[in-house]
């Protein structure tokens, strides 16, 4: 007969597998995107004359993070990334760390953490049950990717970077339309390929 101790103790290997089982695919994805986020950082930067903050892919990078997984999810791996470059972990464009958060770059960088998560609230769910509501949905997500990756991105980043260099705000803005072109090609095909990886799942 088993023993009182014994079952107790598969019961609590039971529990702990089955903890485990549910939380680290839930770990696994923002740990994903927060690694592509630094890799999007390192794999090089485009200057834009007249403004201090490079063009990179990280944008990109979280858009997908917005339409690929639920708001947590997203949050999660946009506090990782921003978590590792506080921490002084060379994470940011140009190899840059803690300073970055304290710089001309710092507005868009904590804009990526609301802008994920509205981003990831508005999309609502795909269905590709037809090419019509697959088109929907890609509208939808492209809408999504504008409003939250871009327009809440971009009003953190103006005004920090106006704050930090005591620009006037409608300059910074102007600079920044080459940033502002690049971000909504970027959103366009952020949502044309979460779309068509909806229907490959």
Known sequence: MMSARTSATQTGRTTVLSVA???LPA??????????????????EIAIPGTPVPI??????????????????A?????LYLSAGAAGLPVFAGGASTAALFG????????FLPGVIVTALLRGNARLDSP???AITAVRFFGAALIGSVAVVYLFGFAIQSLLTHTPITVVAIASMG????????????ALATTALAKLR
């Open 21 to 23: 089982r549910r939380v």
């Open 27 to 44: 770990l696994g994805k923002p740990l994903l995107f927060a690694a592509l986020m630094w890799l999007a950082a390192a794999a090089g």
């Open 56 to 73: 990179t892919l990280q944008t990109f990078v979280v858009m997908l993070a917005a339409l690929m997984l639920d708001w947590c999810q």
């Open 75 to 79: 949050a999660g791996a946009v506090v």
């Open 104 to 111: 001309p770059s710092a507005g868009f960088l904590i804009g």
């Open 132 to 134: 019509i509501h697959a």
């Open 179 to 190: 940033f502002v072109a690049g971000d909504i090609i970027k959103a366009a095909v952020a």
